[in-house]
């Protein structure tokens, strides 16, 4: 089954929304096959966001991720990795279609709610980061 990463981001425990996400990727009919609440530090966001470090909203994306405990889960489903990228919606809450999770539940570029992983290398590599392979069920 292909797997894909995806992670709550910090407001959306503190909002209350993690019920509704979950809700959304299980209606659609893929499995959560790992799941776990931990406070992210910023060593562990400079791996994960690798390619944003020099970019100039990475300091606010850091301080973002950082505020309060994020979700992390392992999704499982026929083409997921490009599935949640649609469920989530445009990086950007304002160009995201209603109807998706960015469009219908956030305002702001970076305090977007939601990450997913873009591609299969970087499916396994988020999902090494967070998870051994003892805590992913199948
Ligand atoms: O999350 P996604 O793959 O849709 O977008 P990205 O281009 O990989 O950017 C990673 C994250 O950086 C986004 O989800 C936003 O939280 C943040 N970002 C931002 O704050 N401002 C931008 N202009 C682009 C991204
Ligand atoms: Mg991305």
Redesign the pocket.
């Known amino acids: 089954m292909e797997k894909t990463f995806v992670m709550l ?1 910090s407001d959306g425990l503190k909002r209350g929304l993690l019920g509704e996400v979950i809700s959304r990727i299980e209606k659609k009919g893929y499995k959560v096959l790992g799941l776990k609440i931990q406070r992210l530090t910023k060593e562990q966001l400079d791996k994960h ?1 690798y ?2 470090l020099e ?4 300091p ?2 850091v301080e ?2 950082t505020s309060g405990p994020v979700v992390h889960m392992v999704i499982g489903g026929d083409n997921v990795i490009s599935g949640i ?1 649609k469920l ?1 919606g ?3 809450p304002e160009k995201a279609e209603m109807g998706s999770i960015r469009g219908d539940l956030a305002i702001n ?4 709610l ?3 992983s ?1 591609s299969l290398e970087n499916a396994e590599r988020e999902i090494a980061l967070y998870f051994s392979p003892d805590e992913i069920v199948e």
């Open positions: 981001k966001y390619e944003h970019r100039p909203y990475f606010s994306l973002y991720v990228r989530n445009a990086t950007d570029m970076t305090k977007n939601i990450h997913a873009d």
